[in-house]
């Protein structure tokens, strides 16, 4: 090879080097930046026990079931921005095992900014259409679910909390308790 062209393939490989490393290193610092150090984890941890939602009332109604719930911030931080959803979950066949319903219906009366210390009431109404004349839709066993960000809207930040009403609020007493028998015949 002649010294020109040796010149123009040490520059053509050393582009490609620097650009191939270039690349590698944007792509490293941005999933750096989606990785919770140990101590945010412990954050977001004590965090998300010291939030809560309770059942202040639970209505049956003709048009369907209304929910009133307190959203309370009981941590050291913001909420900054939440979404609270409640949905029925589905059952198997053989009524084994439940899962958790893609039809939510999201509260109302929600707000942003939720300081340290504040309650807020929301509320959802979920029509009988939703669930009526299912029998792998358990009406008697809401589930919550609880999708924000504390402090700032960022990955790092972001949270989600889901399960049973009971999960959430344990002094939670649904309507069907006093029938046992229908829930064994209808989900257990």
């Keep these: 090879m002649k010294f020109k062209e040796v010149n123009v393939l040490c520059r053509i490989i050393s582009r490609s080097s ?35 939602i309770e059942v202040i009332s639970e209505s049956v109604l003709p048009e369907g079931i209304k929910y009133n719930f307190m959203l309370k911030n009981e941590s050291e931080h913001v909420i900054v921005q939440n979404n609270v959803y409640v949905s029925f979950p589905i059952t198997n066949i053989d009524r084994s095992k439940f899962v958790m319903n893609i039809s939510k219906v999201e509260a109302t009366g929600n707000r942003i900014n939720i300081e340290p210390g504040d309650e807020v009431t929301i509320s959802a109404f979920i029509p009988k259409e939703n669930f009526q004349d299912n029998k792998l839709i358990c009406s008697e066993k809401p589930q919550l679910e609880l999708k924000g960000y504390m402090n700032t809207i960022d990955e790092v930040n972001h949270f989600e909390m889901s399960g049973d009403v009971s999960y959430f609020d344990s002094n939670f007493k649904s309507r069907y308790d006093s029938h046992e028998e229908e829930i064994s015949e209808d989900c257990d």
């Design 18 to 52: 620097l650009f191939t490393i270039l690349i590698i290193m944007a792509l490293l610092v941005g999933c750096a930046r989606n990785i919770r150090t140990n101590h945010e984890e412990e954050i977001h941890s004590n965090f998300l026990d010291r939030v809560s």
